[in-house]
């Protein structure tokens, strides 16, 4: 391939050479024109055989078919090829003309993330303040200085609270514990089976007692042994197929759905009134003008003073969300340390993270859609297949499979009653998609039409 | 239609709206006020006051589709503007250098798969660089910002059949600069370029 190449060229080279030579000396005389004119067209024809109509270097970079064909491919001999077949043109011509595309495409400079935040701050501050003078930069070297002052210190801070994680979160993390059944953890670790669902766990005010009741009006007392070493931690651990309610020692009241995790202190002792969760809660916040009530999960945190809300943030769910029933929250997104990464919501609002795009939304929702759960109710509306047996799984802990991709994107609306037996409700759910359901030896099923 | 919505909500006073155009548009912004000049921290000083200006006057912006390619036109001038004061000089078009330093860098960052391509890619360069500041300007703006022909022209305060004849003129010089390279290559193969 290569040799054949060489030769080629050697070939073209000789013959170029020539015309070239004589080219050269002819063109230099300006008398000579016309001769100049008549070899340069054969140089034309030698270049461009099957040149037929005028296309070119140029008329290639002005057609739009041409670069969109160049943005959506990558093979560099695709395109050609493809090209050569549809516009009679030289070889030559279209690799130029590609390569130059190309090259101008990568060129885009792109400011730094931190110089973004930055500068954006700066023209509010000095549209804002809007006097006359726009406040500059500081000068070059100073702030070059400054920066590495700041990174210096931030980069310290930052390691500092990482290596100190959130007490919290770090007792989430410690202690994963696989069970069937609703566990309440004490802090001293011990266990407490919690049998029956939708029990009720009470926190007094000082945290030190616990109490359990459940539906025989049978109450259980239990007590949370204090210790000076720090707060007293307590979690709530809700398996699949359970849903829990608990009122926290403020008078909080969290009902927990399944699949889901709650940190939280006995007694909230500091500035602020702090619980972990993974999974998805709905909160009724005690009223506490002076200690805010914050619900920190993985991707987002939610800072509120007295309201109802709904949190979901499953690990196994790209979206996290919070949907405001009453009053107001905060929204953090966890991990931006500049940029407006505090978001409001109004009732009837939902604010969506997506980690895929690490991206946010708010929009208006249908609160009961996001709510109705904790009444023992799945309602839901234009969501897709896959994502109503998702949350179907979540519940029965069951393994279901959707066969092909274009019966799990279904767009379906509706409500299920998840006291139901699970036969029943993936009954209704095929019912409704006209497909059947099949159970399988392990004890799985399969969705399929 | 989406584009316009948002600049329209600028206008009445939406921060989120100006953060999206801000975040939309300060990457190109800057990419271009960095061909102009190379200071990237005059560039930065330029780009804020593009925006202060945009943000206290917005009363008397005009919303249509070139009003993005208003940005880039203020962001000249203010860039011109700045060098003219800096310099204490008229004639400032001529001042107005391309830093070929970042042009290279672009040019070794694409992989470059043979020898052939090297080649190429040598003999753009140099195609490149003989043009005139405002042709590569015009180039610039058709080719790595992708603008139309009437975004071209607002920005480079011409009108619009003077945009598409300064692109064709730009070309043609490239396109006869390429030919006429490899012609004198094949003459001197040994003096290929290094």
Known sequence: MYDFLKIKKINIFCISLIISYTYHIFSSFYQLKLISLSIKIKVNHLTCMKREEDIDFISLLQDERFIYLVKNSFDLDDQVSFIEQHYSCDREEILYAIDFFKANLTEQKRLSEEDTAL??????????????????????????????????????????????????????MNQTVATDDAVLVLSDGSKYKLNEDDSKIEYSQDGGNVVVRNKREQDEELRNKQDDSGPVINQIVVPAGHRHSISLSDGTLVVLNSGSKLVFPAEF?????????????????????????????????????????????????????????????SVIENGKLLGNAVRKLSPQQGYFYSSETSS?????????????????????????????????????????????????????????????????????????????????????????? | ?????????????????????????????????????????????????????????????????????????????????ELRTKNNRSGIIKQISYSEIKFDDSMEQLTVNSEEELYRRRILEAALASLSNYQREAIFLKYSQEFSYDKIAEILSVDVASARTLVYRSLKKIKESIFHKILVLFCFPFLKYK
Request: with cysteine; charged share 30%; hydrophobic share 40%.
């Open chain 1, 119 to 172: 500068l954006f701050q700066q023209i509010k501050e000095s549209s804002e303040t809007n006097n006359g003078r726009v406040r500059k930069f500081v000068s070059h070297r100073l702030w070059k200085a400054a920066a590495a002052i700041v990174l210096i210190f931030g980069g310290a801070i930052t390691y500092y609270y990482s290596s100190q994680k959130d007490p919290l979160e770090k007792f989430a």
């Open chain 1, 269 to 329: 002792s500091g500035k602020t009134r702090d619980v972990y969760l993974i999974g998805e809660g709905y909160f009724e916040v005690s009223k506490n003008a002076n200690k805010p009530f914050i619900v920190k999960t993985e991707k987002i945190n939610v800072r509120v003073l007295g309201t109802k809300f709904n949190i979901s943030a499953y690990a196994d769910e790209k979206v996290t969300s919070t949907v405001l029933v009453e009053g107001s929250v």
């Open chain 1, 360 to 449: 946010s939304e708010i929009k208006q929702v249908d609160v009961a859609d996001y709510v109705s759960w904790k009444d023992g109710l799945f309602r839901f509306k234009d969501r897709t297949l896959r994502d109503v047996v998702l949350r179907v799984r979540k519940y029965y802990n069951k393994s279901i499979l959707i066969e092909g991709d274009k019966l799990a994107g279904t767009l379906i609306s509706g409500k299920l009653v998840l006291t139901d037996d699970i036969d029943v409700i993936l009954n209704y759910l095929t019912k409704t998609l006209e497909v059947r359901q099949e159970l399988q030896k392990d004890g799985s099923y399969i969705i399929k039409e």
């Open chain 2, 1 to 81: 239609m989406e584009e316009k919505s948002l600049w329209y909500r600028f206008k009445n006073g939406d921060d989120e709206a100006l953060s999206l155009l801000y975040s939309q548009y300060v990457h190109e912004l800057f990419s271009y006020g960095l061909r102009i000049h190379g200071d990237d921290q005059l560039v930065k000083d330029c780009i804020q006051e593009v925006f202060v200006h945009i943000i206290d006057h917005k009363n008397k912006l005009i919303i249509t589709d070139l009003t993005p390619a208003y940005l880039f036109k203020s962001l000249r001038n203010k860039l011109c503007e």
